[in-house]
C-alpha cells in the first residue's frame, strides 16, 4: 500500500505508520478545495478585494476549524481521522465562502 510506504520513509513506528496509512486516502480530497481557494483568492485580489480572503481564511482555520477538530478527533473519539476531517470541512467553509463573494462582487459588475 502506497500509504504505508510513504509513512515508512519517516518512520519505523508500527502504530503511526498504521496510522498514517488510515488517513492518508483523506488527505486527497483537501486538493480540490485547497487549489479552488488559491485562484478565488487571486481572482479576489485583482478585483481590489483585498481584506476578505484574509478574513474569510481567518474564519475558517483560525475558529472553526480548531473547535471542529476538537468535537471530531477527541469528543466523537475519530483522532486524526477527525482532524483530517476538519481540515477539510474548513477548507470547504473558506473555498465556499470565497466563491460566495465573487459570485456577490460578479453580480454587481
Not at 483537501?30 to 479576489?44: N, Y
Not at 484574509?54 to 468535537?71: E, Q
Amino acid at each position: 500500500m502506497l500509504g504505508t510506504r510513504i509513512a515508512g520513509a519517516y518512520t519505523t513506528d508500527a502504530a503511526l505508520i498504521a496510522s498514517f496509512a488510515a488517513v492518508m486516502g483523506r488527505t486527497a480530497f483537501l486538493m480540490t478545495p485547497d487549489g479552488g481557494q488559491g485562484v478565488a483568492d487571486a481572482v479576489l485580489r485583482a478585483r481590489g478585494d483585498n481584506w476578505f480572503p484574509t478574513a474569510s481564511r481567518a474564519l475558517a482555520y483560525v475558529v472553526a476549524m480548531p473547535a471542529l477538530a476538537v468535537l471530531l478527533a477527541q469528543t466523537a473519539g475519530r483522532g486524526v481521522a477527525g482532524v483530517i476531517e476538519a481540515v477539510l470541512a474548513a477548507s470547504v467553509l473558506a473555498y465556499g465562502t470565497l466563491l460566495a463573494r465573487f459570485a456577490t462582487l460578479a453580480s454587481r459588475a
